[in-house]
T-cell receptor
């Protein structure tokens, strides 16, 4: 039931791009993306509700392929502040409580 | 405009003692979720509550763990007879009431309560 994230870890130089993937074996209603910095609370980035939907947040955007039950988070021209662990959370169509189940996270480190 | 308030931020217990973690949701939020995070791991769902009602407790261990969200006061996650394996960060999140089966509730997380069992 837990979505699978890849890669597990990424190291970038400032200004480089990265893609983080999230896939589920279950039909999804929505995909949420959060970022957590070390020792802090996870912070909401964006939510995607429809198949093929794409959303943007400054230089961070995401897509959701409802048919493939996959979402990708795109980080372009990365900044030092992008470092942290990125989690996707999924809401399963067959889950009547619509609780959010998170993947195991992708650790991103942006170096100068 | 207080966010989700969790206390205590840090709690140390000896094996066999009880731990009580409290969570006050954001103003206007009536749904509370508890997640457990082991060091360097992801967020594991534990329980989802509304006021006076447990909606989903499928992630709660069958023994020693309980949660409540009374009509008045914070939500409480209670761990009885703690063991070393209970050491973790426990995050509470809250969301607004659902207006329909939209499944689009954005969660706002608290800063977490870090439990250490000696």
């Amino acid at each position: 039931q837990q979505p699978v994230q890849s890669p597990q870890a990424v190291i970038l130089r400032e200004g480089e791009d990265a893609v983080i993937n999230c896939s589920s074996s279950k039909a999804l209603y929505s995909v949420h993306w959060y970022r957590q910095k070390h020792g802090e609370a996870p912070v909401f980035l964006m939510i995607l509700l429809k198949g093929g939907e794409q959303k943007g947040h400054e230089k961070i955007s995401a897509s959701f392929n409802e048919k493939k039950q996959q979402s990708s988070l795109y980080l372009t021209a990365s900044q030092l502040s992008y470092s942290g662990t990125y989690f996707c959370g999924t809401e399963n169509v067959m889950d009547s409580s619509y609780k959010l189940i998170f993947g195991s996270g992708t650790r991103l480190l942006v170096r100068p | 405009n207080a966010g989700v308030m969790q206390n205590p931020r840090h709690l140390v217990r000896r094996r066999g003692q009880e731990a009580r973690l409290r969570c006050s949701p954001m103003k206007g939020h009536s749904h509370v979720y508890w997640y457990r995070q082991l060091p360097e791991e992801g967020l594991k769902f534990m329980v989802y509550l509304q006021k006076e009602n447990i909606i989903d407790e499928s992630g709660m261990p069958k023994e020693r763990f309980s949660a409540e969200f009374p009509k008045e006061g914070p939500s409480i996650l209670r761990i009885q007879q703690v063991v070393r394996g209970d050491s973790a960060a426990y995050f509470c999140a809250s969301s607004p009431p659902r207006t329909g089966p939209s499944g689009a509730n954005v969660l706002t997380f608290g800063a977490g309560s870090r439990l250490t069992v000696l």
